[in-house]
């Protein structure tokens, strides 16, 4: 007899479905079979059950301009709880000079009380100081094995230059640590913003007058040289056009060790929400691009060049984005995105986007192994954490804000009709959420993941 058993599901192992038992001693999966039996059985009637979903990009209480994202490690996990998500990786936010593994155990305090799902966080530094570069070597030690750098942002202190991004790579070469980089050319994006301010035209449009597509797809192929240079494994975050997906495949496809993420903004929105009455509220960089470029990102992801799908998780409220006086230098960049992640990227398997074995690479077993999580996450191996996302495929329903768990007022996809939903969530053997109670797990019962280093066969 069991402690758990899930009962008549669909396993989805691997993108094959497998009608099956699966059961659960304490946290872990333990066997996969017919009739077996617990002492609580959880009947699943033919739903799919798929490893535990993982974003591996959240930014939970993140200063923009005058606004905070509205998400805390609570609130924010729950959400994820309620979307299918059992594991996420926020980032650590650097104050002043202060070393890598200061601002861990600072983050770190902050996160562990509140969190309900377990949890890592990417390494993320604004300033490369001594400290900085003194701490790096220490960070495997403490279970992180991601680093964050971005190369725009420069006027709220956050641009890596070139040289310091040819240094860090160095590093995060020698310590087998993953540079993970928001990739858009940060010195143009800031030229061609002063100059549209000058014009007085940095309404929203300005968004991708002054984000060009062509400073996206530079990035990303400067990052790709320069880790093919120096051995850096990287992360590319938050592909948004087409075009930078090309030049992502073109720079994979010719031995840069780069992996590559998405997210579902980029997938559904285009910028012709900008003309809408408050085309503001659809604000985040880089900015959701124009009709098309969607189509050749599904394209890319369904040929397996992009590796992950994250949500780039931010969510602020309607009155947040008010504060913008109309101009786009001082909008709080950022959408909500962690709860509905796996049933957008599901629903690209119903359209015919995706096979299912490509889905769930995206959502759950490429961040796992990217991000050396795996097998423990991401997979239904018996041995391994039963954190497990059961999901209807047959529920039609439309997204509606009022049914989300999100902390902010709206969704970016309210009205969108979507097929399939998430009925239950189960972390480490406990069901934390359950369409029809509602949310049941614990605050501060999620718990930091000690990551290894990247799986190499992303990046050979
Ligand atoms: O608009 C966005 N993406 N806000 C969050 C910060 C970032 O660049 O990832
Ligand atoms: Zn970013
Ligand atoms: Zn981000």
Redesign the pocket.
């Known amino acids: 007899m069991y402690d758990v058993v899930l009962k008549n599901g669909l396993l989805n192992l691997h993108g094959n479905l497998i009608k099956a038992d699966l059961a659960i001693n304490g946290e872990k999966i333990v066997a996969i079979g017919e009739e077996l039996e617990g002492v609580q059985t959880i009947n699943v009637d033919g739903q799919w059950v798929f490893p535990g979903a993982i974003d591996v ?1 959240t ?1 939970f209480s ?1 200063p ?1 301009g005058k606004a905070i994202s509205r998400d805390n490690f609570y609130t924010g996990s729950v959400a994820a709880a309620a979307g299918g998500v059992t594991s996420f990786i926020d980032f650590t936010a650097q104050e002043g000079d202060e070393g890598v593994i200061d601002s861990l155990k600072r983050r770190r305090a902050e996160a562990d009380p509140d969190v309900v799902i377990d949890y890592s966080l990417h390494a993320c530094i604004n300033k490369l100081t001594d400290k900085v570069r003194k701490q790096i070597p220490m960070l495997r030690g403490e279970g992180v094995s991601s680093l964050k750098i ?1 190369t725009a ?1 420069n006027k709220i202190g956050r641009m890596q230059n070139d040289d310091n991004l040819l240094e860090l790579m160095e590093m995060c070469s020698k310590y087998d640590i993953l540079l993970t980089v ?1 990739a858009e050319n940060g010195l143009v994006i800031d030229l061609l913003t002063d100059r549209a301010v000058a014009a007085k035209k940095d309404g929203i449009e300005a968004l991708n007058t002054t984000r060009p597509i062509f400073t996206e797809v530079e990035a990303i192929r400067r990052v790709a040289d320069f880790a093919k240079f120096t051995g850096c494994k990287a992360h590319i ?2 592909i948004s056009s087409g075009q930078g997906a090309i030049a992502f495949a073109e720079a994979a496809s010719d031995g840069a060790p780069i992996s590559g993420e998405t997210c579902p903004q980029y997938l559904y929105l285009n910028n012709s929400l900008f003309k809408e009455n408050n085309g503001h509220y659809y ?3 880089p900015p959701i691009r124009e009709p098309g470029e969607s189509e050749i990102l599904w394209e890319i992801l369904g040929r397996n060049y992009i590796d992950v799908v994250a949500t ?1 998780h ?1 969510p602020f409220n309607k009155s947040d984005k008010n504060m913008w006086n109309g101009s786009i230098t001082t909008l709080p ?3 909500p995105g962690v709860e509905t992640m796996p049933e957008l990227v599901l629903n690209g398997v119903h359209k015919g986007y995706l096979s299912l074995e490509r889905a769930t690479q995206l959502i759950s077993e490429n961040p796992a192994r990217i991000f050396g999580m795996y097998p423990e996450k991401g997979s239904l191996e018996i041995g391994t954490d039963a954190d497990i996302m059961v999901y209807d495929p047959n529920r039609v329903r439309a997204i509606h804000q009022k049914e989300l768990h999100m902390n902010n007022d709206y969704s970016v996809y309210e009205g969108l009709e979507v097929l399939g939903k998430t009925t239950m969530t189960l972390l480490r053997g406990k069901v934390i959420f359950d369409e029809k109670k509602g949310f049941l797990g614990e605050k501060g019962s999620g718990r930091f993941i000690r990551r290894n280093e990247p799986d190499e066969s992303f990046f050979g």
Do not use: A, P
Request: hydrophobic share 35%; glycine share 6%.
């Open positions: 990009h930014h993140l923009f971005f942002y928001h975050v938050h604000s985040c960089c780039d931010c960049m950022g959408l």
